[in-house]
């Protein structure tokens, strides 16, 4: 049954291979979520807008039917007034009676409706709700005269706010409606002041936030009233402005915008009356809107921030885990690669590679080499000087035969011993020959004296054996040429190196 590695160990491979990927990962993740975390936000900060917008959208709604029904009741109540001011017989009766059939109860207790007047085509007034006996006063340079005595098809006029002149400057709006004689011609005008004090009123009851504020206005900007109240501006024109004149202009009802007058940052949502000539227009601050949204979402990057900072610093130790171990793997496998006096490959790693490159060899039909290297007289060696000087010795002679082979895919392993090994794949006998020289060479240069050697001085002798001899058919074959090259070495004298190939014939 074939055995399959399960996802898990296949992970930890990968990440003892390359302990760099839990960083990346970590911080792809974290990136991931960070992004999420931004998106939701947004979103939330989108919702935020969105509700303020449809609050204050209904707001305005509410102000526009409060508004409305006030007009219409003031209406009624010109109408019938208008219809009957003129009538000989109510005009006939006694000022009592004649009050209790041309104004109604309304016009008289409402709390914020100022003086029902009727004014003749002079602009005398004629009839008064607030007194007896007509107050005295001229009202024709008042718009809402000019407006009906210049034309007739005018209907209900809503003035800009003024000041009333018989209610000590009390700020107020105009509601009035054209009264005609039998022929049509111009009589006059009924008029009713209804207090501004009504629409602070309104607005006063309205939560906005500390940097809100809402207010009503005529279509040509004129402003009505304003809250927070600033007198100032009552009977101000907001033409001219950037935001009226952006919703006059595109007609969009909801936008930001920075205010005129205090450059506060809202969200202005204005709002056409259906049945009257007015605006309102209603607009939450930005920093009230957001500032639940800024709260909570304050609270939730501090914690996403912390987590993605334990994260990736779990990464970085996690990390430096896996590289450790992956050190010590490493460390295992070379030790058990290597040999551990020398630094050279071991016996292990050397028939290893003696069989791969042998296969390789015959694929390629390219020659390769075997150098037996041992060095001479080494026993008496380690008698005269001790094992810790031998194994220095071993130890040099195995870095200066490292240091002749250059190639990556030669191989020189310590064999046994004293016994060292050289492989050299596509080498024939020409280039082994060479680098057993440079392997003499280098081991003289050593200069480690041996007195028990007839040389003075520490050397080497070598065995070279060249694959395509019709006797090596096999990597062992090959490897029993070298030795046997190696033992004729030492016979002729030592310090000298023998081909196989010489040494047959």
């Not at 501090?302 to 460390?331: C, N, P, Q, Y």
Request: net charge positive; hydrophobic share 45%.
């Amino acid at each position: 049954m074939l055995y399959r590695r399960s996802p898990f160990s296949q992970l930890r491979a990968i990440l003892l291979r390359h302990p760099s990927a839990i960083i990346t990962g970590t911080v792809l993740l974290t990136v991931i979520m960070l992004a999420l975390f931004a998106t939701v936000i947004m979103q939330a900060r989108t919702a935020a807008a969105d509700r303020a917008a449809e609050t204050s959208a209904n707001l305005a709604l509410v102000i526009e039917r409060d508004v409305t029904r006030t007009f219409q009741y003031t209406d009624l109540s010109l109408q019938a007034f208008s219809q009957r001011v003129l009538d000989p017989e109510i005009m006939r009766m006694p000022t009592y009676y004649r009050h209790q059939a041309l104004f109604d109860r309304a016009t008289t207790t409402g709390k914020y409706l100022g003086a029902m007047l009727y004014v003749n085509e002079h602009g005398k007034i004629v009839e008064d709700s607030g007194a007896g006996q007509p107050r005295s006063g001229a009202f024709d340079d008042r718009s809402w005269f000019q407006a009906h005595k210049d034309n007739p098809n005018v209907g209900l006029y809503i003035s800009a706010p003024f000041y009333s002149r018989l209610r000590g400057d009390d700020p107020s709006l105009g509601l009035s409606r054209r009264v005609n004689h039998a022929d049509g011609s111009f009589a006059g005008v009924v008029v009713a002041a209804i207090r501004l004090e009504y629409f602070r009123h309104l607005m006063s009851g309205i939560e906005l936030g500390a940097h809100g504020s809402v207010a009503l206005m005529r279509p040509d900007g004129t402003l009505v009233m304003r809250f927070p109240a600033n007198g100032s501006v009552i009977g101000r024109s907001l033409k001219g402005t950037d935001n009226f004149d952006h919703f006059a202009a595109t007609g969009e009802k909801t936008f930001f915008g920075s205010g005129g007058t205090d450059g506060e940052r809202r969200l202005y949502v204005f709002r056409k009356f259906a049945e009257f000539p007015m605006l309102v227009r209603v607009a939450p601050g930005v920093k009230d809107i957001y500032a639940s949204w800024q709260r909570h979402s304050l609270y939730i990057a501090i914690f996403v921030l912390l987590l993605a900072g334990a994260l990736v610093t779990m990464a970085v130790f996690l990390s430096l885990e896996f590289r450790h171990r992956l050190k010590i793997e490493t460390d295992l496998r070379l030790l058990s690669r290597t040999d551990s006096l020398t630094g050279l490959n071991n016996r292990r790693t050397l028939d290893g590679s003696l069989k791969y490159e042998w296969n390789r060899m015959k694929r390629s039909k390219r020659p390769m080499s075997v150098l037996f290297i041992d060095i001479d007289r080494f026993k008496m060696f380690n008698d005269t000087y001790g094992h810790q000087a031998g194994d220095d010795a071993l130890t040099a002679v195995a870095q200066a035969i490292a240091g002749c082979v250059q190639r990556p895919s030669d191989t020189a392993a310590r064999f046994g011993g004293e016994e060292f090994v050289v492989i050299l794949p596509e080498t024939g006998a020409t280039g082994a020959l060479s680098i057993a020289t440079a392997v003499h060479q280098a081991v003289r240069a050593l200069q480690i004296e041996h007195a028990g050697s007839e040389h003075r001085t520490m050397t080497v002798s070598i065995g070279v054996a060249t694959s395509g001899d019709m006797a090596i058919v096999s990597a062992d074959d090959l490897m029993h040429a070298a030795d046997k090259a190696l033992y004729s070495a030492k016979q002729a004298g030592r310090n000298t190196t023998v081909v196989a190939a010489d040494e047959e014939k």
